[in-house]
């Protein structure tokens, strides 16, 4: 297995943890998991000759290790919100 793939499953499995353990509020979770992994990656690229807001600028919302965050941030929204409606319908 190669390093990008191990990398991308980590960003995908580590969002769909935090999401679904964060999520006592169905989006704290969601919110939760998107500032670690933009903070994640604002450490990774972090140049130090840079300042706070230049290094935040730099920062690639729309780079592959973000997108795999994304996504395990939907897959583990979806699941927590399908755990809170059977609990919901089979509790009330």
């Known amino acids: 297995m190669n390093k990008e793939l191990r990398d991308q499953s980590a960003h995908f499995g580590i969002n769909v943890l935090l999401t679904v353990l964060g999520n006592i509020p169905i989006l704290g979770g969601a919110l ?3 500032v670690w ?3 994640r990656e604002y450490y990774q690229h ?3 000759a840079l300042g706070f807001f230049d290094n935040i600028a730099m ?3 729309s780079g592959l290790d973000l997108k795999w965050s ?3 941030i939907v897959l583990g929204t979806a699941i927590t919100a399908g755990i809170w409606a059977y609990l919901i319908i089979k509790v009330l």
């Open 46 to 48: 972090k140049d130090p």
């Open 32 to 34: 939760q998991s998107f």
């Open 37 to 39: 992994s933009v903070t």
């Open 70 to 72: 994304y996504g395990g």
């Open 59 to 61: 920062v690639d919302f």
